[in-house]
């Protein structure tokens, strides 16, 4: 009854490929990157705020050229040329605010969607805690934390809480966007309801745990409007740099109109650099391709990873998981399938492997346990034995104990026990029976294995034993190897012996193991490896998890775990899914991967227009830099027009890689670095020199420079 939904593995970065526009509206972007147009909301990013001054400037010049023809300003320049040097500027500023829009309506459209399932419903409220039936229907927002509620098959939950009494079928397709209902029951790791959701079947009392406005759904929705997205430290640090660039070349040009004023009139020739030229100089040299993706890229990255499923707390938890080198993994439900399996039938000597294979089929007729169902279909699989159900057979069975561990059924004579052998054991030797040497080595054997033997007697014979296995997942050694690659380091955690551990870890391929853990032996290995400098992911759902999780730089919570869970992690993962830790960290390492090539690109390619716009600039100070005009630029003012006008559509270019990422390869941070240089560092470089020769022949072939 885990309710787990299949997991679904994603290519990361591959399902918008197509169309990295899905999700938000083209044209309230463009109005809003218009409106945006304004110098407090501008001044939020330094690059950007500079081409702001810049456009506002040469505007200011184009409508004293269109006055005042001979304007000092001008410098002999008509008001074409002024007039288009300050549309592709605001172009430029238009579309760096566009990318960061469309970013921006994804999330409003995700935070629309949850909204819907933020409902105003009445609720049961209890007015005895000891009796469910004495209640009053009040509105759902009026609940405070700690209050008690009835919630029936068909009503919807009316906030976040605990089940303390019942067992509920829940849909919560509202929330996570899966059609499979799951189970909620008090007293486990499986207690945690949300707001919004609907129970299916039976009933439960659940505890409120937050108030109004405070609920997880609530929580949710202000995370995924992407707006309110803080910066991450990574980001900051690439924002001073970018801002220390920015004034670098401000400075720069700044000390160029005096220069240029400076040569002319001492060398009695020549004409002096002008305003606009000065501007568009610096808006090309400056980092603007990335200073207007920036954004972009960051909310994004968080799109992507709530289109995984998976709500952050912060976007400090989204860019450490592309940092993280250690990775602890439960094994039940996220290295195996969680329930043991039967796959082989140890017959104990003078017994017939179908001997055994029949008398463990008829104990496990009704086992509606994962093991009990497998017992039955392997020995029908392997011996073709009839199908039959526990009311075909006439026979008396008896249930599971925990306190003896045993299971069984009685037909007519006939007296069949299967459970743990030392538990079988004592059962044959009272009954004056011996237990055979060969299968006690047997037993032993499937221990080293990691395996679960499970004894199965007729009276005080031993019968055999029957190997109960946990299922190593199909793909979680590829994937794991895939971390390996990525300098990842993989840690099991299991409450098994470690025997039991070595085995499974051995056939996983995971690099390390905490066997027979507690919350304590799991907080201590946490802390080691984070003292030794390593930074730790980890996935939990209950509450002894809750310390760990707190501890891990990435912390991810089921959201079908406890509220304490859910509190202690920096993420929630809606579809409950233990192996979305892997794509977690792939969504991390993509959001890096981007914002580095991103960066590679733009500062390539503004050294790349540097050798394109400054002899075509100075061409009139200095006459003797024709000779450097390499490209066969039409004329000074084609070659900085150009410019300007490719500094403006690469922006627009890159927008589709921004939004959709870099695509995610799972190899080492020195390959992933060398494949960055070679394919943006160069592609920085030679796309303008391309580009630039391109629009010149453009301008020149319709007379506009």
Known sequence: MSGKPKSHHRAVGAAPALNPFRGADVGPAIRLSITRLTPLYQARNPVMFVVFVGSIVTTAIFALTLIWPNSPLAGGQGAGFVGWITFWLWFTLIFANFAEAIAEGKGRAQADSLKKARRDVSAKQLTRADDRKSFKTVAANSLRKGDLVLIEAGDFVPSDGQVIEGIASIDES????????????????????????????????????????????????????????QKTPNEIALSILLAAMTIIFLLVSATLLPFSAFSVTRAGSGTVITVTVLI?????????????LLSAIGISGMQRLIGANVIATSGRAV??????????????????????????????????RQQLAEAAELASLADETPEGRSIVVLARRLFGLPERTAKDVEANFIPFSAEQRISGVVIRERHIMKGASDAIARLVAMKGGAFPPDTAREIDDIARKGGTPLVVAEGPQVLGVVYLKDIVKPDIKARLADLRKMGIKSVMITGDNPLTAAAIASEAGVDDFIAEATPETKLKYIRR?????????????????????????????????????KEAGNMVDLDSDPTKLIEIVEIGKQLLMTRGALTTFSIANDLAKYFAIIPAA???????????????????????????????????????????????RAESAERLLTRNVLIYGLGGVVTPFI???????????????
């Open 280 to 292: 568009a100089l610096l808006v090309c040299l400056i980092p603007t391709t990335i200073g207007g």
């Open 174 to 229: 509202a929330v996570t966007g899966e059609s499979a209902p799951v189970i909620r029951e008090s007293g486990g790791d499986r207690d945690a309801v949300t707001g919004g959701t609907r129970v299916l079947s039976d009933w439960v009392v659940v505890r409120v745990t937050s108030d109004p406005g405070e609920s997880f759904l609530d929580r949710m929705i202000g995370l995924v409007e992407s707006a309110k997205r």
């Open 618 to 664: 100075f061409a009139g100070t200095y006459p003797a830099l024709g000779a450097l005009n390499l490209m066969g630029l039409a004329s000074p003012e084609s070659a900085i027009l150009s410019a300007v006008i490719f500094n403006a559509l690469v922006i627009i270019a890159l927008v589709p890689l921004a939004l959709r990422g870099v695509k995610y």
């Open 319 to 352: 860019e450490a998981a592309g940092d993280v080198n250690v990775l602890l993994l439960d094994k039940t439900g996220t290295i195996t399938f969680g329930n043991r399996q039967a796959v082989e039938f140890f017959a104990a000597p003078g017994v017939t």
């Open 529 to 565: 490896m984070q003292e030794g400098g390593e930074l730790v992911a980890m996935v939990g759902d209950g509450t002894n998890d809750a310390p760990a999780l707190a501890q891990s730089d990435v912390a991810v919570a089921m959201n079908s775990g406890t509220q304490a869970a």
């Open 691 to 705: 580009g630039i020769k391109l629009i010149d022949l453009a301008l020149s072939a319709t007379g506009l420079a």
